[in-house]
Each structure stands twice: as C-alpha cells, then as structure tokens.
C-alpha cells in the first residue's frame, strides 16, 4: 500500500492542480525552494557516513555492477524505449523517463529492503551511499549528454553554474561538517526525514504549479498516463530480470544478489526532485518528475514483494540445510 508520504505527494499534485501559485507567490516560493534544495543536499552530505563507505568498499565486484546498472544500463534502456515511448508519450514525458533512468539509486528503501530481503545489508549501504554521491556528479553530466539536445533549460554554462551552488556546494559542505555535527544528524534522522520530505513537496507544488498554468493536464489525458504505467513497469521488470540474471551468471551468493537486485533496479525520488527543479525550466519541471513519481511507487511495491521472495528463499534453505544436518547425525 502507498505510504504517507505517498499520500502527501498525491494531495500535493492535487493542491498545486486547483490552486497553483501565481505571480509574486509564486516568486517567493521559488525562492524558499532553491534554499530548502540547498539544505537538502546538504543534509545528503552530513548524513552520508566515509565510514560505512569505506568498511564496504572491499566487495568492489558488487559495487562496480550495481553502479553500471544504475548510471550505464539505465540509460541505455531509456534509450532504447524511445521508439516506444515517443509513439505513446508526449516529448516532455519521454524525457522525464529518461531522467529518471540517469537517477542514482535510493538510499533509505534500498536498506529497508536489503533487511527485508536478508541481504548484504552493509554492502547495501555502501552501493547505495556510493550511488548517491556519485549522483550529485554522473547526474547532471549524463543529463547534459543525453537531454542537450532537447532541454528547454538555460544555457549550458548556466546550468552547470546552478549544479555547483545548489547542489554540489552544500553537500561537499555537509560532509565537511560532518565530524561536527554527524553525531546529531545520525541521532536524529526522523525528525530529519521530515524537511527531506518537506522539502521535495514545496519543490513538486512549485513545479506542479507552473505545469497546470502551461496545460499540464490538457497535454496528459488518462490514457497517456496508463501508457506511462506500462513504460515504467516494463522498464522496472527489465532492470529486475537484467540484475537477477547478472548476480546469478557472475557467482555471487544469495545475500549479494539480493543488493544487486534491490539496489540496481531503484532509482531515488529524493534527489531526482530537486535535481530536475534545478536542470530543467521551471514550466516543464512538472512534467519531467510524473514519470519518476509514479516510477517510485511502483518499485516500492514490487520490490518490497521481490524482498519477501529472498526472505523466504534463504528462509527454506536455511530449513533444509538444518533437516540435511538431523539427517545426517
């Protein structure tokens, strides 16, 4: 079932469709947006532990696979839905599809899911850790390469430009304080977890809002988002398969495939929010997130069913290999 936060994103899209922001509101809020991006990715930055990364480091093979699922495979599979996709979608929801395939991977459900499933929880944590912080770079440049074309952003330079101070400033900046104030923010990741949430709300009203007043639902009927559910759980199936079959093929254990599936099919709504309000203009940043919004919860749901299998797949052996053991004795 979809979370609260979930139910906070829906009534948010909700809101911003009958009662967007205008005018110097609308300002003010652009405004306190890019601050609250600011400290989102700051708090990204204090909250992302060199410690766990370092400890996890050792078990590369899996960390390499699980970082060209996300920043290679990805992108090539958005890539090659295009045909598909452009003859169902309109050009602005394509691209948000392929925004959402140059997305590093989730942090906190990739952990929560990697326990569930009985996984290599501290290589999850690395993998995952790594993803992200690579994300603040490998993002924007792979959004560069793929979408120049077609971005109806500002320049280049002014692109990159807005990438440093909203995004790669404040998080080299928390993790610098992190010596100082680590301690804190790892003792209060809930009360944290709210201006994360708060923050990545403000960002979709605001985005929402300017959508709705450019026809964002004139241009989105009911049978376009249907055919954007489809896309985006043929290409969560397709990365599902393509990492199961790779932790498999290259020998890894149960528990390592496991990470490698969990954390190499996810894709992170936490950071691709903000992201797109900075790399994308503000009338089509809208449009661009529906597709990783409904992309979120739909792998939330999958994925937690894909853990459920693991549990009970280490579950049975783990009952046979103790039967093989009475047997024996």
Not at 74 to 101: D, M, Q, R
Not at 152 to 174: E, H, M, T
Not at 186 to 200: E, P, R, Y
Request: glycine share 8%.
């Amino acid at each position: 079932m979809p979370d609260n936060f979930t139910f906070g994103l829906v009534l948010t899209v909700v809101l911003a469709s009958f009662f967007p922001c205008t005018g110097q509101v609308a300002e003010i809020l652009d405004t306190v947006t890019a601050v609250a991006i600011g400290l989102l990715f700051f708090l990204h930055g204090a909250k992302l532990s060199r410690q766990a990364v370092i400890a996890g480091a050792t078990h590369w093979r899996l960390h390499l696979l699980v970082l060209a699922f996300t920043f290679v495979v990805f992108p090539l599979l958005g890539i090659a839905l295009k045909p598909l996709a452009l003859s169902v979608l309109t050009p602005e929801l394509y691209l948000g599809v392929l925004f959402l395939c140059v997305l590093p991977s989730t942090v906190q459900s990739s952990i929560a899911l990697n326990a569930l499933a009985r996984g290599n929880v501290p290589a999850a944590i690395c993998s995952a850790s790594a993803s992200n912080f690579l994300g603040v770079f490998l993002t924007p440049a792979l959004v560069g390469l793929l979408l120049a074309s077609t971005q109806s952003g500002g320049s280049s330079l002014d692109s990159i430009l807005k990438i440093v101070v909203q995004l790669l400033l404040p998080f080299i900046a928390g993790q610098l304080a992190r010596p100082w104030i680590g301690a804190w923010v790892d003792s209060h990741k809930s009360m944290l977890k709210f201006v994360d949430q708060g923050s990545i709300l403000l960002v979709v009203y605001t985005a929402f809002s300017a959508s709705v007043i450019q026809g964002l639902w004139q241009q989105v009927p009911v049978q376009t988002l249907l055919w954007l559910v489809g896309i985006n759980c043929l290409l969560l199936a397709i990365a599902l398969a393509m990492t199961s079959f790779a932790g498999r093929r290259l020998g890894f254990n149960r528990a390592d495939q496991a990470t490698i599936v969990l954390c190499g099919s996810q894709k992170s709504l936490a950071s691709g929010i903000p992201m797109a309000k900075v790399l994308f203009a503000t009338n089509v940043v809208g449009m661009i997130v529906l597709p990783l919004m409904l992309f979120h919860q739909i792998q939330l749901m999958v994925c937690s069913l894909v853990a459920q299998h693991y549990s009970r797949r280490e579950a049975s052996e783990a009952g046979a290999q103790g039967a093989q053991a009475k047997a024996t004795v």
